[in-house]
């Protein structure tokens, strides 16, 4: 069975920096697109950052330039470096392997459990 495990989260101030990880067991990542969600306080879950094998990354506007998603499929996980971190960050955060079909449809799609990432002074 696929199972995704995320750990690194915290307690930060505000301007601080976390470094979130992923590991993958079950299943080879390099198969996978990878990515990184979140859940806000009364928020529905978003997208904060994905990468494909391949290396293409996508970012939300709302990190640009403030996140990096990597992935090391050696090691099977997924990084989240986290910097200039602001309390608006405060949020569960999950992992997620997606692979699609021929015709670009989902045919797989597996999550974490999430870690907690809480920004306050």
């Known amino acids: 069975q696929v199972q995704l495990v995320e750990s690194g989260g915290g307690l930060v101030e505000p301007g601080g920096s976390l470094r979130l990880s992923c590991a993958a067991s079950g299943t080879f990542i390099s198969t996978y697109v990878m990515g990184w969600h979140r859940q806000r306080p009364g928020k529905q879950r978003e997208l904060v950052a994905s990468i494909t094998n391949g290396g293409n990354t996508v970012y939300a506007s709302s990190v640009k330039g403030r996140f990096t998603i990597s992935r090391d499929n050696a090691k099977n996980t997924v990084n989240l470096q986290m910097n200039s971190l602001k309390p608006e960050d405060t949020a569960v955060y999950y992992c997620?392997?997606?692979?699609?079909?021929?015709?670009?449809?989902?045919?797989?799609?597996?999550w974490g459990q999430g870690t907690q990432v809480t920004v306050s002074s």
């Open positions: 997620n392997a997606e692979r699609f079909g021929r015709f670009g449809t989902p045919a797989e799609n597996y």
